[in-house]
């Protein structure tokens, strides 16, 4: 495919693109999506090929309203209830509806279906041109760190694939993923909307979901979003041979730096955490020292990530 960089003004073009069957990026207000037809066969093996993702871990369909949500899965009151916060970075796993119009393989064989609306404007405007679900993982190669501005999903897929450039992501994170078992909400992932802040809302209690559980999201390897150089955690006094990936108010010190939050904001540190780590790993820097990150709020999501990041490959 030609190098091809569709400004935002050029939705239509966009929703063209997905609508003849290929594969298009585009901003969400977590991180960039990469997108197709979710009902189309070819065009969703195109982003398993393009990710080079493993078959077995299915991916998230995004909807331009609850009328197109309602075509795809069954809602329970309670799932009812948690759809309050869409549009929104909350993805619900939910019974598939046996009339879904979707492609087998986006499920990966499991007989749920991951699915959010997206809040971010220029996402959902795409979702209305277009006129049809999207299939869209974050735009990275499978394992890799989630981009969270346009330049990042062209440099990952060397210009294949062309992205609807809707500047840095507001939240820097992925969807906060829930499914409902036994009228008990699991959270799968944990993401851009905190979960004390659905408990305080719904005012009800969310489990979180082990590692090995039955009931997991297939896709939470242990290895993940990682960068090249490697990465050790916790880190209040960085080596130095490392770079430093600090949060809050740090001394001065001789290392490369990026500072998360220098106010020590949790919003603002996920927001920077995918772009800073981008950009620490240039190549040239092997070892990446970070920061201790406060484990509440948006901390459980960050923490997430970088034990993620951390973990040898
Ligand atoms: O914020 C987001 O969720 C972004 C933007 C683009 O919307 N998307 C995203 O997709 O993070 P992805 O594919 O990188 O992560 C989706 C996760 C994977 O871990 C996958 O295993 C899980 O959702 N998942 C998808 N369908 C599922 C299902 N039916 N049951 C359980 N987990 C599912
Ligand atoms: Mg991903």
Redesign the pocket.
């Known amino acids: 495919m030609k190098n091809k960089q569709i400004h935002p003004k050029n939705i239509s073009e966009a929703a063209l693109i997905l609508r003849s069957g290929k594969l298009c990026s585009f901003p969400?207000e977590?991180?960039?999506?990469l997108g197709a037809d979710a009902n189309d066969d070819n065009a969703v093996l195109a982003i398993y090929q393009t990710k080079n993702r493993p078959n077995f871990?299915?991916?998230?369909i995004?909807c331009a309203d609850m009328e197109m949500a309602k075509t795809l899965v069954d809602f329970s009151p309670l799932a009812l209830e948690l759809a309050q916060f869409w549009p929104g970075?909350l993805?619900l796993?939910l019974p598939k509806k046996k009339t879904a119009p979707i492609s087998d393989l986006v499920?990966?064989g499991?007989n749920?279906?991951?699915i959010?609306i997206?809040a971010n404007k220029i996402a959902h405007e795409l979702l209305k041109a277009t006129g049809r679900p999207l299939a869209?993982?974050?735009?990275n190669p499978s394992g890799k760190l989630?981009p969270t501005n346009a330049q990042m999903v062209i440099k990952s897929f060397e210009n294949k694939v062309p992205v609807l450039d809707g500047g840095a992501c507001e939240a820097g994170?992925?969807?906060t993923?829930l499914?409902i078992n036994d009228n008990e909400i699991i959270q799968?992932?944990a993401?851009?909307i905190a979960r004390e802040d659905i408990e305080e809302k719904i005012a009800k209690i969310i489990k979180i979901a082990k590692q090995d559980d039955k009931i997991?999201?297939?896709?939470?390897m242990k290895s993940h979003y990682a960068p090249s150089a490697s990465l050790r955690l916790n880190v209040n006094n960085p080596n130095p041979d490392e770079a430093y990936l600090a949060f809050g108010k740090t001394q001065n010190l001789p290392n490369p730096i990026k500072n998360l939050s220098p106010l020590g904001d949790l919003k603002e540190a996920a927001k920077n955490l995918f772009s800073y780590l981008n950009e620490l790993d240039d190549g040239k820097i092997k070892k990446i020292a970070v920061a201790p990150i406060p484990n509440q709020g948006l901390g459980e999501a960050i923490n997430d990530r970088l034990k993620r990041a951390s973990t040898p490959r």
């Open positions: 969400t977590t991180v960039y999506g871990n299915p991916l998230i995004h970075p993805t796993v499920s990966a499991l749920t279906l991951a959010r997206p869209a993982p974050s735009a989630s994170l992925e969807s993923i499914t799968l992932r993401g851009a997991s999201a297939p896709g939470m």
